[in-house]
């Protein structure tokens, strides 16, 4: 009798962790374990097929001597800076902008915000047509009489990397925007009004005391910019295929290509080793800074 | 209805021991408060009757059932809490029928309990309504309401009006109470609020960092409180304590303040000399003295209350309270002369804390 | 968030005023013009297109690009238009989204609720699961899809959903939940309400917005997947997004603009419809995703 009161007492304690269970195995073996298995695999002489020999860091190597390699990280560089630095630029300014009393604010922030709930395919089909110098942009301002304007950054092997970064600012900076507007209004009016008493000028006001406030919002911004950046790989194969020629490769679109169509496994599985780590180098100190809150009782 | 038997229960959070050794007994149908500051415990000793939180070593029992193992449904208590916990989506009705339809009772039979619930408390006309559409004062009787409807062995309060503005809560106070003589559920009470276990209890466990410092009736803690905590813990204001040392030679005991005041004591009283003393005089216990009489004081700060006066002032080299039935209206810096009641006189030892005289 | 949106103390002058509702004005054109190029365009002739204007409207009005796009155009083998890859969208999204909300509230119950030694390095490890790049779980992914027997299925691509998609479910819960009073819990325990009585006695009756916001959310992001739909699907299970990108860059024949502009907006309007009727919901999501909440 108390034997089987202390078992029931037992599962019921022990069912809250057995709810849990499926879900976090789930993630241990589909993530983390997924991850060994693909860092594993970095190692190896896999082709199109997993092979399960150790060739040490040959994969390695091999990838940071390939041009496409360089390629995608020299296009990440060129894309993630400019994508971060002017969505912020642009997401903090539209903000500001609307924190002015705006009476259309309810039509003008969803305006703003819409384009985030798209797929990344359908933008990359828009900017894609809309960009083409034969159809596009550029004959239209040519049909109103601008005829020497030209715009084909599309299909320059130069400029294309650009391309993609107009396509994904206008995705994403609404969303800045808002993450930055909902800074702004956690803001205390009462500092703010101080400083007005203090004699502060509205460019002053901006420059010293709000924005200096909005620090979490910035790194809220950039983890999120950063980490989508890294990731992009649906609008380059919708906007530009990678192209012209691999002029817009980026290290998404490369180990996809290594690894099922070129049939370089082993290469494909340490890019994205490599991506990996790059977004951890991000999102783990901010993870570990946002979840390290002193245990309180229960 | 049944008493409660607490021995020897200790538990601790990750590393930090919370509760050291605590043992009370607790009678069938009577109102008990635990009083203690914030962090002493109560709250947990409160869980962990209920079985909210496990008892690391120990035992708790309920009537004469060892309840360590149970699940808080199987003990059959009720708790109030202090933020009420009602259920937002719930209608006030639903709120106190929950618990008897989850024990799947008879729909009849909770409808009567729940409406004899609130005839009792006069929320009749409420019970249609949702937490978020009452005051305070009602939230607290609709959570009082979800305990009674239960009929359980035992109710538990956890602070229950420390959420209440000054008003309403001496009003809750009193319906509790007249509650209680109503239905005789054994009940346990926590508080931070010495004049709420003053007016409440029956008998009060005075509580301190995990430990039990005093049980008694309330006026035996006022009269005799048995070490230092308690005495400087119940009563408001509270009372002087002023370091002292018995003094030798004299035929009468004496003592003196660590500043060289002397102080007098009762007659009975036996002190060694240089014993190291506490000495502890109620407010109230201190009354003017003429013609040289008693001990100098320098009133600093005079507080009128109306019913009574407080005076505060530098008396043996600290900062001691007075309290006048009378009106008077010294100034600041006009010295007084204060004689304490030798009956009521406190005495404790300065090492252990514990009292001395009888 | 503040009370009242329209509440800021910084006050500026008249003219500043006119040029900040142009600068605002202008940036709602440059979001907007996307969506009106592949408005107007889709309802043109090909003809039209080619030799005209992107922004001017139509001068003759035409539906037969929607009507191709939808079940006449060749994506794949047949000629069947876009209409059976929205049906798998549909077949993937609604089970995935169901599964990964219901035990994101689970997760965020116990995880608040039920706190245990090492609760906080479970959520983490949950947590950083949202972030990783799949293309560290593509090869792996695709062998066990394979022995499980479901690779190339919608069932295969529900899975793949629900697993990478529990992080943010579970983040979601448990944000909300952390904010939900622990004494209720407490006090429906003591009214002899069990584990799973309590959830969904007591704290589901309360979840309405995060699970709105979940469900919104989860909506979305499945919807306009493209990576898992490219990686794990066949010709009989490629989701919508698949399909329009097919369509699109297929380099056989004509390109039909209008067909694809038409094709890309009926893979944006199940999204945008979820944005155009609950975009509140839809930015607590993102902002719950960007930011402790």
């Not at chain 1, 924190?99 to 305006?111: H, M, T, Y």
């Not at chain 2, 607490?6 to 109102?31: L, N, Q, W, Y």
């Not at chain 2, 305990?147 to 956890?158: G, T, Y």
């Not at chain 2, 009106?327 to 090492?351: C, K, V």
């Amino acid at each position: 009798m108390e034997y089987g009161r202390y078992l029931r007492g037992w599962a019921q304690q022990a069912l809250p962790r057995l709810v849990l269970a499926p879900s976090f195995a789930t993630i241990v073996l589909f993530v983390y374990g997924f991850i060994v298995f693909t860092a594993y695999l970095s190692f190896t002489n896999s082709r199109i097929l997993p092979k399960f020999n150790l060739i040490g860091f040959e994969n390695y190597e091999k990838l940071f001597g390939l041009r496409h390699w360089s390629t995608a990280i020299e296009n990440l560089v060129i894309f993630g800076g400019l994508y971060i630095a002017i969505c912020t630029a642009i997401g903090l300014t539209l903000a500001i902008l609307l924190d002015q009393k705006i009476r259309a604010e309810g039509v003008l922030r969803p305006l703003y915000l819409y384009p985030m709930a798209l797929s990344f395919i359908v933008t990359g089909t828009a900017w894609k047509w809309f960009l083409d110098p034969g159809i596009g942009l550029e004959q239209t301002l040519q049909s109103w009489g601008w005829a020497s304007f030209e715009f084909d950054w599309i299909k320059n092997r130069q400029m294309a990397i650009y391309t993609i970064v107009i396509a994904a600012v206008w995705q994403t900076s609404g969303f800045v925007m808002a993450i930055f507007l909902a800074g702004l209004r956690g803001i205390d009016n009462e500092i703010i009004k101080a400083a007005q008493i203090d004699g502060a000028s509205n460019l002053r006001l901006y420059a010293r005391i709000i924005i200096p406030q909005l620090r979490p919002a910035f790194l809220s911004a950039f983890v999120v910019l950063a980490h989508m950046a890294i990731k992009s790989y649906d609008l380059v194969v919708a906007l530009t295929g990678g192209g012209p020629g691999r002029a817009t490769e980026m290290p998404a679109t490369f180990m996809y290509s290594y690894t099922f169509t070129r049939n370089q496994m082993g290469i494909g599985a340490g890019s994205a080793v490599i991506m990996l780590m790059m977004i951890a180098a991000v999102i783990v100190p901010y993870l570990y800074a946002e979840l390290r809150e002193p245990r309180h009782g229960r | 209805m049944a008493s409660v038997s607490i021995r020897e229960v200790h538990k601790s959070f990750d590393d930090t021991a919370v509760i050291h050794g605590v043992s009370i007994d607790i009678e069938d149908g009577e109102f008990l408060v635990l009083v203690g500051p914030s962090g002493c415990g109560k709250s947990t000793l409160l869980r962990m009757i209920a079985g909210l939180e496990d008892v690391n070593d120990g035992e708790i029992a309920i009537g004469d059932k060892v309840v360590n193992h149970m699940a808080p449904k199987a003990r059959d208590v009720a708790m109030v809490f202090q933020n009420y916990a009602l259920y937002p989506h719930m209608t006030v009705r639903q709120n106190m029928g929950f618990s008897l339809r989850l024990r799947k009772a008879d729909k009849a039979m909770i409808r009567e309990r729940v409406d004899s619930a609130a005839q009792i408390l006069g929320l009749t006309d409420l019970l249609n309504r949702l937490p978020r559409q009452l005051s305070g004062g009602e939230r607290q009787r609709v959570a009082m309401g979800r305990a009674i409807v239960r009929d359980p062995q035992v109710f538990l309060f956890d602070e229950p009006l420390s959420n209440l503005d000054a008003k309403l809560r001496v009003q809750m106070r009193t319906e509790i109470k007249a509650l209680h003589q109503r239905l005789r559920t054994t009940s346990i009470y926590v508080t931070h609020d010495q004049v709420e276990a003053m007016t409440m209890a029956e008998r009060i466990v005075v509580m301190n960092l995990g430990q039990v410092e005093q049980v008694g009736r309330p006026l035996d803690l006022y009269d005799r409180p048995a070490n230092l905590f308690v005495a400087g813990f119940i009563g408001s204001p509270a009372m002087n304590l002023i370091e002292a040392s018995g003094t030798a030679g004299s035929a009468t005991p004496a003592a003196a303040a660590d500043d060289g005041t002397a102080l007098p004591l009762p007659a009975d009283i036996r002190v060694g000399e240089g014993q190291p003393l506490v000495y502890g005089v109620r407010p109230e216990d201190l009354a003017l003295a003429t013609n040289g009489a008693g001990v100098e004081a320098t009133v600093s700060v005079v507080e009128p209350t109306g019913s009574s006066t407080l005076v505060f002032c530098q008396m043996a080299g600290q900062e001691i309270c007075a309290e006048f039935q009378e009106r008077h209206d010294f100034d600041p810096g006009e010295t007084i002369r204060l004689m304490p009641r030798l009956e009521t006189l406190h005495l404790f030892d300065r090492e252990s804390g514990q009292r001395l005289n009888a | 968030m503040a009370a009242n949106p329209i509440e800021t103390a910084v006050r500026t002058g008249r003219l500043t005023r006119a040029l900040i509702y142009a600068a605002l004005l202008v940036f709602a054109v440059y979001y907007l013009l996307p969506l009106f190029v592949m408005m107007v365009n889709s309802f043109k002739e090909l003809d039209e297109i080619r030799g005209g204007n992107m922004l001017a409207l139509p001068e003759l009005v035409t539906l037969a690009p929607w009507i191709k796009a939808w079940n006449q155009a060749q994506i794949g083998v047949q000629p069947t238009g876009l209409a059976p890859y929205f049906l798998n969208s549909i077949k993937m999204v609604v089970p995935a989204v169901v599964i990964s909300t219901l035990l994101g509230a689970l997760n965020g119950y116990v995880l608040t609720k039920w706190r245990f030694r090492g609760d906080t390095l479970v959520f983490a490890l949950m947590l950083f699961a949202c972030f990783i790049p799949f293309q560290i779980v593509l090869i792996p992914m695709a062998r066990v899809l394979g022995f499980l027997g479901i690779a190339g299925t919608t069932w295969g691509l529900v899975l793949v959903h629900v697993v990478y998609g529990l992080g943010f479910t579970t983040l979601f819960f448990r944000n909300y939940y952390a904010a939900f009073p622990t004494e209720l819990v407490k006090a429906a325990q003591i009214d002899g309400a069990s584990f799973l009585r309590i959830f969904y006695r007591i704290l589901l009756p309360s979840s309405g917005p995060i699970i709105v916001v979940t469900v919104i959310w989860q909506f979305t992001n499945i919807w306009n997947d493209f990576l898992f739909g490219a990686s794990f699907s066949d010709f009989d299970s490629q989701p919508m997004t698949v399909a329009l990108n097919n369509l699109v860059s297929s380099s056989t024949g004509v390109k039909e603009y209008n067909v694809h502009f038409a094709g890309a907006i009926l893979a944006a309007i199940p999204t945008l419809l979820v944005y155009i009727v609950a975009g509140r919901y839809f930015v607590r999501g993102l902002m719950a995703g960007a930011v402790k909440g």
